[in-house]
């Protein structure tokens, strides 16, 4: 089927975080795209009953996993035919820090689904519900709305939704996570297990968001 016209769907999450810390300067925005979602759940599902969870809930999350599990996941996920998209800043370029450190992560996921539709412009996408308050919520779509409304586009829905309830996300983590562990510690093992199915991985090497937003 035509790329343009199949329906696609994109899970988001991320790894590293907004806020200025000494134990880490990366924040890493990652999206899984796929035609065939079912898949990716069933895969976790399969992790989750041959390793468990660490967590009660029954949740995936790759900083709380044994390698074994994460290597077992992301080599499972590599034999999809998935496509990986992200987007990676480093903290330690930012001249001018915005008032809202949330600033920068909403402009990596704006950038980020701006790739997802130029490829596929008849989309789905589901974003790790990272805020509680209905407000940041919104600022999150609006920002990701400003940043694709100049572009060709069919169908794109925008959910956040809790991981817990989304085996697509829990996957999604881990790929975040393998890129977080290059770019933050310098370790590829786990990278280079998704490293074929990476269609963009863009590290922004300076800051450019306070001159987009003039």
């Known amino acids: 089927m035509d790329i343009e ?5 994109a899970f988001i999450d991320e790894s590293g975080n907004v806020a200025s810390s000494r134990q880490n ?15 990716i759940a069933r895969i976790v599902r399969k992790a989750q009953k041959k390793y468990g969870s660490s ?22 996920m590599a034999r999809e035919p ?4 992200s987007v ?46 209905e407000h940041s919520r919104y600022l999150l779509e609006r920002t990701i709305r400003e940043g694709i409304s100049s572009l060709p586009q069919r169908y794109v829905m925008i959910r956040q939704e809790d991981s817990l309830l989304a085996k697509e996300l829990q996957a999604v983590d881990f790929i975040a996570w393998a890129l977080f562990q290059k770019y933050e510690r310098g370790n590829t093992k786990f990278y280079e297990q998704i490293a074929p ?9 300076k800051q450019i968001w306070q001159k987009e937003k003039k």
């Open 5 to 9: 016209n199949a329906l696609h769907y």
């Open 25 to 39: 300067h990366i924040l890493v925005v990652a999206a899984l795209g796929t035609d065939n979602s079912r898949a």
């Open 82 to 85: 998935i496509e990986i998209f």
């Open 197 to 205: 199915r990476i269609i963009a991985e863009e590290l922004v090497t």
């Open 88 to 133: 990676i800043v480093d903290r330690r370029i930012i001249e001018q820090h915005p008032k809202d450190p949330e600033d920068i992560y909403r402009w990596a996921v704006a950038r980020l689904v701006a790739k997802l539709v130029k490829r596929y412009p008849c989309i789905e996408i589901v974003l790790d519900r990272r805020y509680t308050k």
């Open 55 to 76: 967590l009660a809930s029954g949740e995936l999350k790759a900083k709380k996993e044994r390698d074994t599990l994460t290597e077992n996941l992301l080599t499972a």
